[in-house]
Structure formats: C-alpha cells, structure tokens
C-alpha cells in the first residue's frame, strides 16, 4: 500500500450565507486530513464540519453572544478525515459572516 500526501496547507477563508461552504476543494481519489481550524463568528450560529458531499464531520459548534470563537489546535494527528474523493465544508445555521483558516493535507492511499 502507497501513501501519497500533498503537503501541509494553510487556507483561509470566509463565510456569510446559511449554507455550506466548501473550504477543500475536492479531488478525485483524495482525502482531506483536517489538522487544525480557527473560526471566529459575527454574532451567534451553529456551525457544523462536514464533507463536500453534506456528511456532518463533527458536532453541532454553538456560536453564542459570550463564545463566538472555536479552535483546533495542532496535535501532530488530524482532528477529521474525510472520506476518499470528498473535500471539506463549513455548514452555517444561518446569514452571519464568520471568517477563519485550515491546516491541512490531502492524502491518497493506493491500495
């Protein structure tokens, strides 16, 4: 079994619409290995982590008027990883600009 990987990036990226937004693109026989995230909301939204096909990653990330930031620090391990030919998206309740960034790499296993 080989592994090929794409190297680290750092993305950022904003958001304002009650939909998905697709932060990693997605690529033919690629996955996504999510290593950390940041995002800072305008004012209260849930906001959930899910593949480019629309499978929730992660739970419910409640946005208050007291908590409007939420991190994913580092650990040397991928936090999410999506499956085989699907990229990463941000999904918001509703209409509120919320801005943040990725780290990521893009891993191909051929088997």
Same mark, same amino acid.
């Given at each position: 079994?080989?592994?090929?990987?794409?190297?680290?990036? =750092?993305?950022?990226? $904003? =958001?304002?619409?009650?939909?998905a *937004?697709?932060v990693?693109?997605? *690529?033919?026989g690629?996955?996504?290995?999510? +290593?950390?995230?940041?995002? $800072?909301?305008?004012?209260?939204?849930?906001?959930t982590?899910?593949?480019?096909?629309?499978?929730?990653?992660?739970?419910? /990330?409640?946005?208050?008027?007291?908590n409007? +930031?939420?991190?994913?620090?580092?650990?040397?391990?991928?936090?999410? /990883?999506t499956?085989?030919? $699907?990229?990463?998206?941000?999904?918001?309740?509703? /209409?509120?600009? $919320?801005?943040?960034f990725v780290?990521?790499?893009?891993?191909? /296993?051929?088997?």
């Amino acid at each position: 079994m080989a592994v090929t990987r794409r190297g680290v990036v =750092h993305a950022s990226f $904003t =958001h304002n619409a009650g939909s998905a *937004k697709a932060v990693v693109a997605a *690529k033919a026989g690629y996955r996504v290995l999510l +290593h950390g995230l940041a995002l $800072t909301a305008a004012s209260a939204v849930n906001a959930t982590i899910e593949d480019s096909a629309g499978v929730n990653l992660s739970e419910l /990330i409640q946005f208050t008027a007291s908590n409007l +930031h939420f991190t994913l620090v580092p650990t040397g391990e991928p936090w999410l /990883i999506t499956p085989d030919g $699907t990229g990463l998206s941000i999904l918001l309740s509703g /209409i509120v600009v $919320t801005s943040g960034f990725v780290i990521y790499e893009q891993e191909s /296993i051929d088997n």
